[in-house]
């Protein structure tokens, strides 16, 4: 779904920082959450449709995109909460690709 023109909203007060420096300052070094990781919603929506459209020589290349994706974010002090649509999601997604 998303919020149309939020990124342009935000520009005057964003910075850039990679992923895995704000895993280690916020999460880790100020312990944020007190977990001692960044904690990350994921809108798994979003990664199953590109699994679904994703060609790849291997045997299995949906469970194979999941597994580096999640590698990816595993090597990084990062704890991932993966969302996912229930049978209430709001009515406007009725029938739509989200």
């Not at 964003?14 to 904690?39: K, P, T």
């Not at 679904?52 to 194979?64: Q, T």
């Not at 994706?69 to 690709?97: A, E, S, T």
Request: glycine residues 10%; hydrophobic residues 40%; positive net charge.
């Amino acid at each position: 779904m998303g919020i149309k023109d939020l990124w342009k909203l935000l520009a005057p007060v964003g910075e850039h920082i990679s992923l895995h420096q704000l895993a280690v300052e916020d999460g880790f070094v100020n312990n944020i959450g007190g977990v001692r990781a960044y904690q990350v919603g994921i809108d798994t929506s979003g990664w199953v449709y590109c699994v679904l459209y994703r060609h790849s020589a291997s045997k299995n290349p949906e469970l194979a995109t999941l597994y580096v994706r999640c590698c990816c974010l595993l090597n990084k002090p990062i704890q991932p909460y993966f969302v996912f649509d229930g049978p209430k999601c709001p009515c406007v997604k009725w029938g739509k690709p989200v």
